[in-house]
């Protein structure tokens, strides 16, 4: 009975020696600066490999990190992301934080003809991603192939859907994408009914330029019709915003000499739609590129009230450009 008494009663010291310890471990305090501050887990990130970051970043002993995660039956909990480690002081804090759902959210907006690179600059602005590793993965065949994986698609311009979003502050560049190209196909396979000759791809290609040339749908779905009438009549589509996607910084107004730049994005020397989209298009300009009303206009000029004038001769389009001007 003595010695049952002793064995329970150097179980239980034991038992408060290792709880204490491991409160003492748990209180490490973690330390960083600057961009070590900042702890990116990949999808199917190995213990090893976390760990050795972490060595790398804040000078956490790579055996210790593994023994307190494992420990603590937290190494199959971790979250992949991407983490700021400012707001965290101790290595318990470290471990709360990669193994538990964030709360902290961001709206982001992105608006309706913004380029790869505009989106990217906004998502570094607000959630502080890489902005080169955002578009690289935008030339990721795996996620292409989600679109149309026998098209000439080479990258996800057009394709990241313009909306309002709330993403979570631990998303990685790839997770954000995924969320933009997710919402075009829903958006696209719910609304859109192709009754023309244009695949998905030229349908965007054609949306894109739509966009750039009105944000209004009553205007965008008579714009389409010109460019469908050119397109069956074989004219150049004359497009200024493709002009514009290959200057370098964006013009008021453009010039004679800039419609003879040679570039294949230029419709003023190539026939047809350009190689792929200039911009990220809505929904209205989705739909208008796909079912265009039927109209014999072949030209349009803006009015100068952000309408356009829409004409089925040459020399009527050349008065209304004089009109305008005035």
Known sequence: MQHN????????????????????VLSLPIRCEGNECRLNIDEHSSINKISSMLNEQVGLNKFLFKCVI???FNDRNIKYGRYDLKSISTL????????????DRVKVTIVEGWTIQDI?????KKLNIDVEKFISICFDKNLIDLIDSNS????????LFPDTYVFLKTYTEKDIIHILLDQFIIKYNKNVVLNNQLNIYDTIILASI?????????????????????????MLLQADPTIQYILPEKKQKLLYKDTKIKNPY???????LPPGPINSPGLDAIIAASNPPNTNYLYF??????????????????????NAIK
């Open 301 to 322: 000029v803006a009015d100068g009230k952000g309408t356009h004038i829409f004409n089925t001769t040459y020399n009527r389009h050349l008065k209304s450009k004089k």
């Open 266 to 272: 230029n419709t003023y020397i190539n026939y047809g």
């Open 5 to 24: 008494k002793i064995l329970i009663l150097s179980f239980m010291t034991l038992c408060l020696v290792v709880i204490f310890i491991y409160g003492i």
């Open 120 to 124: 990217a600059i906004e998502l570094e």
């Open 92 to 103: 318990k804090d470290l471990i709360t934080l990669i193994t538990s759902v964030s709360k």
């Open 210 to 234: 739509i966009q750039a040339e009105s944000k209004y749908k009553v205007d965008m779905d008579t714009i389409s019709s010109v460019y469908n009438n050119r397109l069956k009549e074989n």
């Open 70 to 72: 494992k420990s603590t």
């Open 152 to 159: 000439r698609i080479t990258n996800l311009e057009g394709f």
